[in-house]
């Protein structure tokens, strides 16, 4: 029991001042708000922990009471800032930032929510409001590479098919909408699309998230796309796209994306926090993966293990049309499909 005790108490101190430390010497910037909603994983962590030394005497106990404390108290903070901050609209944030900071970025808002509801007016429905909507952008001759950038909080998105258009999507939700804006440069022949979700509550119908958007990209340019999803359910079918670098990042998600071979390097990012993620990429493409990240359940067709967290394809060197990956994972199921 001393033991235990020790391990704990002695535990949060190394935690508490290697943190404080570190942000003192302005190393490290947490938002906390998008790491408190995670603190299950402490719980699965002290579960895995007794089940494979089947015992809570001595260093595991104290590890597992350890986590335990840590899960207790992320899961109070994580509920007390999601209270005040969705049931009152107060600015409890949890931010490092000062108070010069907090000042700036609050003006910032204040000045996005108000050209979001000047957008949302223009665009018509009740209040400003609409909540299924339609978006589009026609495509020009000089457009050669796009950047597309989805902001998506809870829900299921689906990418796929072509369109004459640069972009389309429509989109269909019970309780907020989409804003949606795109610019172009010229000189640069290129285009930036972003689609975002509108601040709100997600609400939970029947086991489903009522919240969709289903989304259509130009063949013709050269994309980046970056993909920010918090939770819910995703399916991307890139394989006729030509993609340059495709960015990733996940809460907690289903996430099943789908990459061709219409260019000659492709560079893959993934972050997924507790997500099940499958990755299905061209046979005939060379493949090189990097992963991080310890509580990973994997599987990889056609891949050879390099060394520690590097896998690649036969032939690599050789192919053609090569993909590059590069996956951390926090506890996640992942799995590779060569088609």
């Known amino acids: 029991m001393r033991t235990s005790r020790g391990i704990v108490w002695g535990g949060l101190l190394v935690i508490l001042g290697t943190f404080w430390l570190l942000r003192n010497m302005d190393l490290i910037h947490i938002q906390w708000s998008a790491v408190l909603p995670y603190w299950p994983v402490l719980l699965i962590a002290a579960g895995l922990i007794l ?45 490092d930032d000062d108070n010069e900071e907090h000042d ?10 108000e050209k979001d509801q000047e957008y949302l007016k223009d665009r018509g429905g009740k209040d400003g409001k609409a909540i299924n909507g339609s978006y589009q952008y026609d495509m020009e001759d000089f457009i050669e590479k796009a950047n597309f950038n989805l902001e998506g909080g809870a829900g299921s998105f689906t990418m796929d098919g072509n369109t ?18 795109t610019s172009i440069n010229k000189l640069d022949h290129s285009a930036t699309v972003n689609l975002k979700m509108e601040d709100g509550n997600v609400k939970i119908k029947d086991g489903k998230v009522s919240n969709e958007a289903r989304i259509h990209l130009n ?43 219409k260019f000659a390097n492709s560079e893959v990012d993934i972050e997924a926090g507790v997500a099940s993620v499958t990755l299905e990429i061209p046979s005939d493409s060379g ?51 060569r088609y």
């Open 51 to 95: 089940v494979v030394t089947r015992s809570g005497n001595g260093i595991s106990g104290g590890l597992v009471a350890l986590l335990i404390t840590l899960a207790v108290f992320g899961g109070i903070v994580n509920k007390t800032d999601r209270k005040f901050n969705h049931d009152r609209d107060w600015n409890f944030n949890w931010n």
């Open 104 to 113: 700036r970025y609050d003006n910032d808002d204040e000045e996005q929510q």
């Open 164 to 181: 004459t258009k640069l972009y389309e999507a429509t989109t269909r939700s019970s309780f907020v909408g989409f804003l949606s804006n």
């Open 219 to 261: 063949e013709k340019p050269v994309w980046k796309i970056d993909l920010g999803i918090g939770a819910g359910k995703g399916d991307f079918d890139f394989s006729n796209y030509k993609i340059e670098k495709l960015k990733v990042s996940t809460g907690v998600a289903d996430m099943k994306i789908k990459l061709g071979n």
């Open 287 to 337: 493949c090189e993966m990097r992963m991080e990240g310890a509580l990973n359940s994997k599987h990889f067709d056609g891949m050879d293990k390099i060394s520690d967290g590097l896998y690649r394809s036969a032939g690599y060197d050789q192919a053609k049309n090569k993909i590059t990956v590069s996956y951390e994972g926090g506890l996640t199921s992942f799995n590779l499909r």
